[in-house]
């Protein structure tokens, strides 16, 4: 089967030049290659007087080799490929995923930064992260804070066996980078249903499912990776999301599942997944379920 290539978008923004850089070291830590894309819709470009275009054109040429340039100064032996391409970013970045043999069955990730070249850090997050999570049957990875000295813990946040997917996802990526993984269930507080005997028997028989699942998960994984360190925490809380950015202080990579199978056409992210890409201080990698 070909080698599957680490696909990682720039722009020239400082966002995209640390997306770059993860994205190179993770390549090299999968011992695959790296293909950086510059979207600049070329189509639109095109619309545009031929000279325009072509500055265009030479513009992301140019950003590429930046980008190239950078990535090999992080991993000196990765195999790198470049690409200008046509359409918007999402699409662009998805194409280039989807172009890989076996990209549904395949390791490619997308990955890309929290901000553009505006430095606006809702601008990204609210058009292309959503369209990328929401249509990729691959982990996509938003690259989010700066690069501080690694702490080796991964952090996944599970739920239930739907979370399974990236639980392995966050399994195989502390192995590579030698770092221990916690899988952190966050449940909501529901105090005030106490006075409610029946809403409150159901609320107990669903978290007690809930714990059971996540003890199966902890079993999964454990018996999946023997040789990792992994902890489980289990923390009440008013604010799931809230819980995930707190651990994401002390996290190299924080881990989290798009709602709906994989095979769904713009499956939406829900609230927990949406708000830790906005808030996290570590980058986000959004795994499709199912």
């Given amino acids: 089967m070909p080698e599957r290539p680490v696909v990682v978008g720039t722009d020239g923004s400082a966002g995209a030049a640390r997306a770059v850089l993860w994205a190179a070291q993770e390549a090299a830590l999968r011992h695959q290659p790296l293909h950086i894309v510059c979207a600049v819709d070329l189509d639109l470009a095109e619309r545009l007087s031929a000279d ?36 918007p970013v999402a699409d662009s970045l998805l194409r280039a995923a989807s172009a890989v043999p076996h990209a ?33 049957r691959c982990p996509v990875v938003v690259v989010r804070g700066t690069e501080p000295p690694s ?10 066996e739907s979370d399974l997917q990236a639980v392995r996802f966050a399994g195989e990526t502390a192995r590579r980078r030698k770092a221990s993984l916690l899988l952190l269930s966050a449940r909501t507080c529901f105090e005030y249903v106490r006075t409610m005997a029946p809403m409150a028997d159901a609320v107990r028989r669903s978290v007690e499912a809930e714990a059971a699942a996540s003890t199966r998960v902890l079993g999964s994984v454990q018996e ?5 360190e992994v902890t489980e925490e289990v923390v009440r809380a008013l604010s799931p999301a809230g819980v995930l950015v707190a ?19 713009g499956r939406a992210l829900g609230r927990v997944t949406h708000a830790v890409l906005q808030h996290a201080h570590c980058p986000v990698a959004v795994v499709p379920r199912g």
């Fill in 52 to 87: 325009t275009a072509r500055r265009v054109r030479e513009a992301a040429q140019s950003l590429l080799a930046e980008a190239a340039a950078a990535a090999s100064d992080r991993a000196p032996d990765l195999a790198i490929t470049t690409e200008v391409g046509r359409e």
């Fill in 104 to 136: 549904e069955h395949a390791a490619v990730t997308i990955v890309v930064g929290s901000r553009g070249m505006g430095g606006f850090s809702t601008l990204l997050l609210g058009s292309v992260v959503p369209t990328l999570a929401g249509h990729a």
């Fill in 151 to 160: 702490s080796r813990v991964i952090v996944v946040g599970v739920r239930d």
């Fill in 224 to 228: 999946e990776f023997p040789d990792l």
């Fill in 247 to 265: 651990a994401s202080l002390t996290a190299d990579l924080v881990v989290v599942g798009a709602r709906g199978p994989a095979h769904h056409v």
